[in-house]
């Protein structure tokens, strides 16, 4: 019978240490937290700025972030901005960028399915970050730092 007991005690703590384990490994660090969000963060932004320059067709310039129908947070989206040329006929090329940290850009094509329009600057082009897509660099329609993320989007027709 004293066996019983330290069998069970022994199984007891067992089950305990591996809740324990398991409760770390699918909890997310503050550090993987704020990477999803900073991305989440930066696809609002990208969509704000095209829902503005949807409801302005003929805007051309860099869109005030007083102006977007959400406002980016100064404490999560660092060196924001975003510029819309005009790219022929009625159609409008739309860049959003900002300064992530490692690994929000992925956070962010997780957020957007893969969108191949997110990727990273190289100054003054860029390159794809989505899996399948081209990864030649593609000229931007503003300078944006190196290293940045950016999507660059297009919309209209070239008529």
């Known amino acids: 019978m004293p066996y019983a007991v330290i069998l069970l005690f022994a199984l007891a703590t067992m089950l305990v240490t591996s809740e324990r384990n398991n409760l770390r ?64 006929g009625k159609s409008r090329e739309i860049t959003a960028y900002a300064r992530l940290s490692s690994g929000a850009l992925y956070s962010a094509m997780a957020s957007a399915g893969g969108d191949a329009s997110l990727g990273t600057s190289t100054g003054t082009g860029w390159v794809s970050a989505a899996p399948d897509a081209n990864k030649a660099e593609m000229p931007l329609n503003v300078s944006v730092p190196a290293g940045y993320a950016v999507s660059v989007m297009q919309i209209g027709s070239k008529s």
């Not at 949807?54 to 975003?82: C, K, M």
Request: glycine share 6%; charged share 5%; net charge negative.
């Open 25 to 88: 490994l699918v909890t997310p660090s503050a550090a993987q937290q704020q990477t999803s969000i900073e991305g989440s963060s930066f696809i609002a932004y990208r969509n704000a700025v095209l829902t503005f320059v949807q409801s302005n067709p003929t805007f051309v310039g860099a869109v005030p972030t007083t102006s977007l129908p959400v406002q980016p947070s100064a404490s999560i989206l660092v060196d924001v901005g975003n510029y819309v040329s005009a790219a022929g």
